[in-house]
């Protein structure tokens, strides 16, 4: 992992593995590569810009001609894709952007990586690629659809997306699987579940509750609440990764959960009384469309095969969250101005 390029590392998870990635590794350089749509923003990464390793490129994974020439310039040996657009609700009303983002747009990285790393990239029947590149996919436990009240996801658990969103990232799954078994690239996926933590934008259960609160505006909480997942605290993302970097086995798919199951009305619970703000705030809407009830992960194979495990317990790690939104009131001041506005108004009304 001597060059790496990192996929919409300007947003939530991607600008956490960006940090933790420099701070952890000495790597020779790391490109970002994002196109800073609304999640995207540069203030995620202050100070980042400073490591002379750390290079910033604003650009879209779809562009081929782009994607192409930075790995020429830069030679790349490590993928991590990060990029897409990942909010149910979004893909609801606006599902064309999520398909050709999360779908074309892996599909063009993974061309460019084969074109690049491939020995003999004109022989259609060559399996052979340089040694230690590796591509890896950023999936989520969303492709597998829902569960009931017992059960976990496994790896082997077959693919059944309910929105929009859910079914782009399935069909991506699909697209790296393919350039495995098809062209022998040496890749990974890795499905997870509901992450939080800093710089995560506020259209998120967390973020959102904890804004909302703040300001003493309605918390809106979609149907009864009821809607189980289990919760990831972002740095073990962001080192399950890079486990799985260092040593996963080409070809294979690892979940990665935080062994946190909790219903979303009792975070929002949480969150009022860690803020010290009454729950006559929570206000439940709508349900949305195919809101799926209940997600959990087994993350038995990465724990047992690469050694990794989750180091933060959801309530430590909701309290340090918490804290760093009450710490840093102009970053989420700046995110949530202009067509954030918009977009909430359109979602839940005044």
């Given at each position: ?13 991607g600008s956490?593995?960006?940090?933790y990635f420099?701070e ?47 790995f ?6 490590t ?6 657009e ?5 893909s ?18 993974l ?5 690049a ?21 950023v ?27 859910s079914?782009?990232?399935?069909s ?13 690239l ?6 997870c579940s509901?992450?939080?933590?800093p710089?995560?934008?506020p ?13 003493d505006?309605p ?15 972002v ?9 799985v ?10 979940n990665?959960?935080g ?29 949305r ?17 690469l ?9 430590e ?5 918490i ?19 918009d ?7 005044e």
């Open positions: 992992m001597r060059r790496v390029l990192v996929t919409g590392g300007a947003g939530f998870i956490n593995f960006v940090r420099l952890h590794y000495n790597c020779e350089k790391l490109v970002n590569l994002d196109l800073l749509t609304y999640a995207g923003n540069l203030e995620n990464l202050s100070g980042i810009e400073e490591d002379l390793r750390y290079s910033f490129v604003k650009g879209d994974i779809r562009d081929s001609v782009l994607v192409g020439r930075l020429a310039e830069y030679g790349f040996d993928v991590v894709n990060f990029a897409a990942s909010h149910v609700d979004r609801i009303t606006d599902p064309d952007i999520f398909l050709t983002t999360n779908i074309i747009g892996t599909q063009v990285l061309e460019a990586a084969k074109q790393w491939k020995l003999a990239p004109q022989d259609k029947y060559s399996r052979e690629y340089r040694e230690g590149v590796r591509y890896l996919q999936s989520t436990d969303e492709v597998y659809g829902a569960l009931g009240p017992e059960g976990k996801f496994a790896e082997t658990t077959p693919l059944t997306p309910n929105s929009p969103y079914a782009s990232k399935a991506a799954d699909m697209i790296v699987r393919a350039y495995y078994k098809t062209y022998g040496p890749v990974n996926i890795t499905r509901n992450n939080y933590g710089y995560q934008f259209e998120k259960l967390i973020p959102l509750m904890i804004h909302n609160a703040q300001a505006k918390l809106p909480v979609y149907g009864d609440g009821m809607q189980i997942r289990d919760w990831l605290y740095e073990d993302h962001c080192s399950a990764i890079c486990t970097l260092e040593r996963g086995i080409p070809g294979e798919i690892y990665v959960g062994n946190n199951e909790k219903a979303n009305i009792e975070i929002v619970r949480l969150i009022l009384k860690e803020l010290n703000k009454p729950e006559s705030l929570i206000a439940h809407v709508q349900d469309p195919g809101h799926d009830r209940r997600y959990a992960i087994d993350n038995g194979k990465i724990t047992s095969e050694g990794w495990q989750p180091v933060h317990t959801f309530e790690g909701i309290v340090r969250t804290h760093w939104y009450l710490r840093n009131p102009d970053w989420l001041e700046h995110v949530t101005s202009g067509i954030y506005a977009y909430y108004k359109k979602m839940y009304g």
